[in-house]
């Protein structure tokens, strides 16, 4: 187990990916939207990983809820993080339903084996095309009270918390998967809103791991957050004492090419301060780092990573036979269905 998370291009294992796996770079893969065509054919895919793969993998999904969902028939319909308290009035119920939406994604995906969803989202508002109706809200002390409740949630199920996109993404208009955002804001204003989030839900002991932006805040230093040892080390590792895993996000993206190649996109996150680099859709990319990234593991490092693994284990008839399980499908359902009837009305 090291440092690289890669993905996979189908819904079958090929030969290729499993020497790519095992490559001693390579902690783990994410899957996707394409990996999956039913439950039963992705629980086959995720056991010939692990029986194929002599290793470890730290196996993880975007599985936010809302229109960040991989994997849909067959699973619940998680609702978007807007809707709690957009569909729900009273605080406490917005809470109670934020917690049992985190609890059954969570143990929907350790029913499956997979490890990690990357989740919550702690960035404030819902301008940013990339975010919308991902945030929970615009107003801080919400936004922390519902993802709070959204990690209690998680952790019931067993499965570590990652706070993203820091110091926030929510006041940038543009797509980082299409280009690289500048957020022109002054450094007092972002320190003062967007960072908070994560400074309280980290000062909590609720965070295991965060994923930086792959946005520019110009007014605080001229590298995107996820290739900033400014952000990375001497803001969040040192001003917020965060001491869990950092995740590049992924390097695929169109706004970590201010990096450059894949290969110096990945040195600068490293040198940057991220444990753990996301490279997807760029399969030449991946070959090409393992070929030629130098990098040398640290032990603290490895420990960050063993703390992501899921902690607990559950069959997916035996999860869907609780009541708490049956409850939390129905209200997911509901409060989403509700929510795209205001959305789209």
Not at 120 to 140: C, T, Y
Not at 203 to 220: D, E, T
């Amino acid at each position: 187990m090291t440092t690289l998370l890669i993905d996979l291009q189908a819904y079958e294992l090929t030969a290729e990916e499993v020497e790519l796996l095992q490559h001693p770079l390579v902690a783990g893969l994410i899957l996707f939207s394409r990996n999956f065509h039913d439950r039963r054919q992705l629980q086959a895919l995720i056991q010939a990983v692990r029986q194929q793969v002599k290793k470890p993998l730290l196996i993880t999904v975007d599985q936010e809820g809302g229109r960040v969902q991989r994997f849909r028939e067959g699973f619940s319909r998680l609702p978007a993080m807007q809707s709690f308290a957009l569909m729900e009035s009273d605080p406490q119920q917005q809470r109670q339903l934020a917690q049992e939406a985190g609890w059954l994604m969570a143990a929907e995906m350790g029913a499956l084996d997979i490890d990690l969803s990357f989740a919550p989202v702690l960035d404030l508002g819902h301008q940013s095309k990339a975010i919308g109706d991902r945030s929970f809200g615009e107003d801080v002390n919400s936004v922390v009270a519902l993802a709070e409740a959204f990690i209690d949630g998680m952790a019931q199920a067993g499965m570590a918390a990652t706070g993203k996109h820091f110091p926030g993404h929510g006041h940038v208009i543009a797509d980082s998967h299409l280009e690289t955002p500048i957020d022109n804001r002054p450094k007092e204003t972002i320190f003062a809103e967007d960072v908070q989030p994560f400074a309280r839900l980290i000062n909590a002991g609720k965070l295991q791991a965060v994923m930086p932006a792959h946005v520019i805040y110009s007014q605080c230093d001229s590298q995107p957050a996820s290739g900033s040892a400014y952000w990375l080390h001497t803001v969040l590792r040192q001003q917020l004492a965060f001491d869990g895993a950092i995740f590049s996000d992924d390097l695929g993206m169109k706004g970590a090419g201010f990096m450059g190649n894949f290969v110096e996109r990945c040195q600068a996150s490293l040198q940057a301060g991220c444990d753990l680099l996301l490279l997807c859709n760029e399969r030449e990319g991946v070959i090409q780092v393992l070929d030629n990234l130098q990098h040398q593991v640290t032990a603290a490092s490895q420990v960050r990573l063993q703390q992501l693994f899921k902690r607990k284990t559950i069959d997916w008839k035996a999860l869907q036979a609780t009541s708490r399980w049956v409850d939390a499908n129905r209200t997911s359902d509901r409060l989403q269905q509700q929510w795209l009837d205001v959305k789209y009305a």
